[in-house]
């Protein structure tokens, strides 16, 4: 089911509507910008009315908005990645080539990119340029003098370790000297949030190839501070508040912004930052072993601030760079939302968001990385340049950073491509289901009237003696794994099927279902075009009115064709185990089919029609 933190803020009318919205509901928060006053702010409100009026005009807005693409293959979305990185490599961003950059941290997101597109295709040219980098700054990671110096400084030991495991020749030890120096460093020293992804990964990467916990300890640390303090001698006029906003589930660039207020009277929450912050979870959870006692901590972080960023995504698929006034920079900007993206896109992909709710964000913000900022020379435009707040980005230069951050994002969505469907049913209709998230069109077969949503739920009115059923027949796919959810008042005589279809062929199919009978008990069930081939008892499950049930079917290969099902109570345990498994070579199945569900009440049921809700259906290849 659609969380109710996303289901008002993912309405139909993009993001300046909601940020109208937010401008009527309440008082301007009576903080003053920087060496301003209340009244200065109240002025700045007015005086961008015209500006908000022509954002308003130009936003996209819902009914303009396209529907959800199809889940992209992966050979698609990594020439996207390709295309990007390999233009830049030679175009640079004037100060620098790809054959000439340095080891600092405007560069190392996009060599991030190119070790991680190394070990995706294995050209042998990422090799190359991955090896000439190195090995141009003897495997050392650039530290400028200024306050910054470290972590940015420290990003490219990343990409040397990375490098190393992918079997180049690269001397770590430089990288070993720099990490044991930091081990003495001062809290403060991360004070900006940016610092999260450019060094915290490093930590638990650094414990696990030393084998000293003070690395694995110090992460957690440098964290903390981050969070729950966060003032600097580096920045005047700070107190230890913290940098994150636990009513926004955002974060602030540093101490300095935490009491300015925009010239709409919000909270300055800089996109890019952000993004930087989502990234840092997923990086640091993909180096953190999954005991660590910090991990629940970044794993709940990632959640928290992807509901909160999922409400604020325009309707073309991108953030902009001020998320909570995006009417004041009303351009898309491509550094944050392919941050966003890589960030959720690893979530769904490692199953910490739920696909039926994120997945339909992260494509709309690949097709808008790749139809907006992506253009056909390989020139990746809207990226913000070198900042610490919200600003316009450019449409005439690039950046290392941001196009790191696009081809890190293709890694990701690259490796999403299993998924065929999912469906929360989060609209309403009435005369059929409508199109899902992602799978296309349903169609249905059994009176129309009893089909319909009701912006939770997919609601199918099952008669007594009849099936309904519903096909997503945009999809095409032969060794599928389709669950959903179904629920509904218990029989009080007779049976209640709920039914997947894991492989349909026109009018054949192999489904997987669960029966409930009018005493509450339960049995799983493979059928092949309704003569059933197994079933078992689901033993210890009672179902009463009003429960649901999680139906997960599969079915994979052919000739023969494994067929299994597994059913259990949401709010309980997914068992480890298949309950029914058969196999089956019938012909006119041993092909690629669409996937879809049903329903049936016995004919001697009582009550004699039961409406059943469906929630959460995904479809993924394989098994």
């Given at each position: 089911?659609l969380?109710?933190?996303?289901?008002a803020?993912?309405?139909?009318?993009?993001?300046?509507?909601?940020?109208?919205?937010?401008?009527a509901?309440?008082?301007?928060?009576?903080?003053?910008?920087?060496?301003?006053?209340?009244?200065?702010?109240?002025?700045?409100v007015a005086?961008?009315?015209?500006?908000?009026?022509?954002?308003?005009?130009?936003?996209?807005?819902?009914?303009?908005?396209?529907?959800?693409?199809?889940?992209?293959?992966?050979?698609?979305?990594?020439?996207?990645?390709?295309?990007?990185?390999?233009?830049?490599?030679?175009?640079?961003d004037?100060?620098?080539?790809?054959?000439?950059?340095?080891?600092?941290?405007?560069?190392?997101p996009?060599?991030?990119?190119?070790?991680?597109?190394?070990?995706?295709?294995?050209?042998?040219?990422y090799?190359?340029?991955?090896?000439?980098?190195g090995?141009?700054?003897?495997?050392?990671?650039?530290?400028?003098?200024?306050?910054?110096?470290?972590?940015?400084?420290?990003?490219?030991?990343?990409?040397?370790?990375?490098?190393?495991?992918?079997?180049?020749?690269?001397?770590?030890?430089p990288?070993?000297?720099?990490?044991?120096?930091?081990?003495?460093?001062?809290?403060?020293?991360?004070?900006?949030?940016?610092?999260?992804?450019?060094?915290?990964?490093?930590?638990?990467?650094?414990?696990?190839?030393?084998?000293?916990?003070?690395?694995?300890?110090?992460?957690?640390?440098?964290?903390d501070?981050?969070?729950?303090?966060?003032?600097?001698?580096?920045?005047?006029?700070?107190?230890?508040?913290?940098?994150?906003?636990?009513?926004?589930?955002?974060?602030?660039r540093?101490?300095?912004?935490?009491?300015?207020?925009?010239?709409?009277?919000?909270?300055?929450?800089?996109?890019?930052?952000?993004?930087?912050?989502?990234?840092?979870?997923?990086?640091?959870?993909?180096?953190?072993?999954?005991?660590?006692?910090?991990?629940?901590?970044?794993?709940?972080?990632?959640?928290?601030?992807?509901?909160?960023?999922?409400?604020?995504?325009?309707t073309?698929?991108?953030?902009?760079?001020?998320?909570?006034?995006?009417?004041?920079?009303?351009?898309?900007?491509?550094?944050?939302?392919?941050?966003f993206?890589?960030?959720?896109?690893?979530?769904?992909?490692?199953?910490?968001?739920?696909?039926?709710?994120?997945?339909?964000?992260?494509?709309?913000?690949?097709?808008?990385?790749?139809?907006?900022?992506?253009?056909?020379?390989?020139?990746?435009s809207?990226?913000?340049?070198?900042?610490?707040?919200?600003?316009?980005?450019?449409?005439?230069?690039?950046?290392?950073?941001?196009?790191?951050?696009?081809?890190?994002?293709?890694?990701?969505?690259?490796?999403?491509?299993?998924?065929?469907?999912?469906?929360r049913?989060?609209?309403?209709t009435?005369?059929?289901?409508?199109?899902?998230?992602?799978?296309?069109?349903?169609?249905?077969?059994?009176?129309?009237?009893?089909?319909?949503?009701?912006?939770?739920?997919?609601?199918?009115?099952?008669?007594?003696?009849?099936?309904?059923?519903?096909?997503?027949?945009?999809?095409?796919?032969?060794?599928?794994?389709?669950?959903?959810?179904?629920?509904?008042?218990?029989?009080?005589?007779?049976?209640?099927?709920?039914?997947?279809?894991?492989?349909?062929?026109?009018?054949?199919?192999y489904?997987?279902?669960?029966?409930?009978?009018?005493?509450?008990?339960?049995?799983?069930?493979?059928?092949?075009?309704?003569?059933?081939?197994?079933?078992?008892?689901?033993?210890?499950?009672?179902?009463?009115?009003?429960?649901?049930?999680?139906?997960?079917?599969?079915?994979?290969?052919?000739?023969?064709?494994?067929?299994?099902?597994?059913?259990?109570?949401?709010?309980t345990?997914?068992?480890?185990t298949?309950?029914?498994?058969?196999?089956?070579?019938?012909?006119?199945?041993?092909?690629?089919?669409?996937?879809?569900?049903?329903?049936?009440?016995?004919?001697?049921?009582?009550?004699?029609?039961?409406?059943?809700?469906?929630?959460?259906?995904?479809?993924?290849?394989?098994?």
């Amino acid at each position: 089911m659609l969380p109710s933190v996303l289901a008002a803020a993912r309405a139909p009318t993009g993001v300046v509507p909601r940020f109208v919205t937010g401008i009527a509901s309440r008082e301007l928060d009576p903080h003053p910008l920087p060496g301003g006053t209340v009244h200065q702010v109240r002025t700045a409100v007015a005086a961008v009315t015209v500006t908000l009026v022509a954002a308003l005009a130009a936003a996209p807005t819902g009914s303009a908005a396209a529907a959800v693409p199809s889940v992209p293959t992966r050979a698609a979305v990594l020439q996207s990645a390709r295309l990007a990185i390999d233009h830049f490599y030679v175009a640079g961003d004037g100060a620098s080539t790809g054959a000439t950059a340095n080891a600092g941290w405007r560069w190392a997101p996009y060599f991030m990119a190119v070790e991680g597109l190394y070990r995706e295709t294995g050209d042998a040219t990422y090799r190359q340029w991955l090896t000439a980098w190195g090995e141009r700054n003897a495997w050392t990671a650039d530290a400028p003098a200024s306050p910054t110096s470290n972590p940015d400084s420290r990003a490219a030991i990343q990409v040397f370790q990375d490098a190393a495991a992918a079997g180049l020749p690269v001397d770590l030890g430089p990288s070993d000297r720099l990490m044991a120096a930091d081990l003495s460093l001062p809290p403060e020293q991360y004070w900006w949030v940016d610092a999260m992804f450019m060094g915290l990964p490093l930590w638990p990467r650094w414990a696990a190839r030393t084998g000293n916990a003070a690395y694995a300890a110090k992460h957690a640390q440098l964290y903390d501070f981050l969070k729950y303090r966060g003032a600097t001698t580096w920045r005047s006029g700070c107190t230890n508040t913290g940098l994150f906003d636990a009513s926004e589930d955002l974060w602030w660039r540093d101490c300095m912004y935490v009491p300015r207020r925009d010239a709409l009277g919000h909270k300055v929450f800089w996109a890019r930052g952000n993004g930087w912050v989502m990234a840092a979870m997923a990086r640091t959870l993909m180096a953190l072993p999954a005991t660590d006692p910090q991990a629940p901590e970044y794993r709940s972080m990632l959640q928290r601030m992807s509901a909160r960023v999922a409400q604020l995504q325009g309707t073309d698929g991108m953030w902009r760079s001020s998320l909570l006034s995006p009417a004041l920079h009303p351009a898309p900007e491509t550094s944050a939302t392919a941050l966003f993206t890589y960030a959720m896109a690893y979530g769904i992909r490692t199953g910490l968001l739920d696909a039926p709710t994120y997945l339909p964000v992260v494509l709309e913000a690949w097709r808008g990385l790749t139809t907006i900022a992506l253009q056909p020379s390989g020139f990746l435009s809207g990226c913000q340049s070198v900042g610490e707040a919200p600003g316009d980005p450019s449409t005439t230069s690039s950046i290392g950073y941001c196009v790191g951050a696009f081809g890190l994002a293709a890694l990701e969505v690259a490796q999403l491509e299993g998924w065929l469907a999912t469906d929360r049913f989060a609209r309403t209709t009435a005369g059929g289901l409508g199109t899902a998230d992602v799978g296309g069109v349903w169609t249905t077969a059994g009176s129309a009237a009893d089909f319909s949503t009701d912006g939770t739920t997919a609601r199918l009115r099952t008669p007594a003696g009849t099936t309904r059923t519903a096909t997503l027949t945009g999809v095409s796919s032969r060794d599928n794994d389709v669950r959903a959810t179904f629920g509904f008042a218990r029989p009080t005589a007779g049976s209640l099927y709920a039914a997947v279809a894991a492989r349909r062929v026109g009018s054949a199919s192999y489904t997987g279902r669960a029966v409930v009978s009018g005493t509450g008990s339960v049995q799983a069930q493979v059928q092949r075009s309704g003569t059933t081939l197994a079933a078992a008892t689901v033993s210890g499950l009672t179902f009463a009115t009003n429960d649901r049930l999680h139906v997960r079917a599969q079915a994979l290969g052919v000739s023969p064709t494994t067929v299994r099902v597994k059913v259990w109570k949401a709010g309980t345990a997914e068992p480890s185990t298949w309950r029914v498994s058969v196999t089956d070579a019938t012909a006119g199945l041993q092909t690629a089919g669409s996937i879809g569900l049903s329903t049936y009440l016995g004919g001697s049921a009582s009550p004699s029609s039961l409406v059943v809700t469906v929630d959460d259906l995904t479809a993924r290849r394989g098994g």
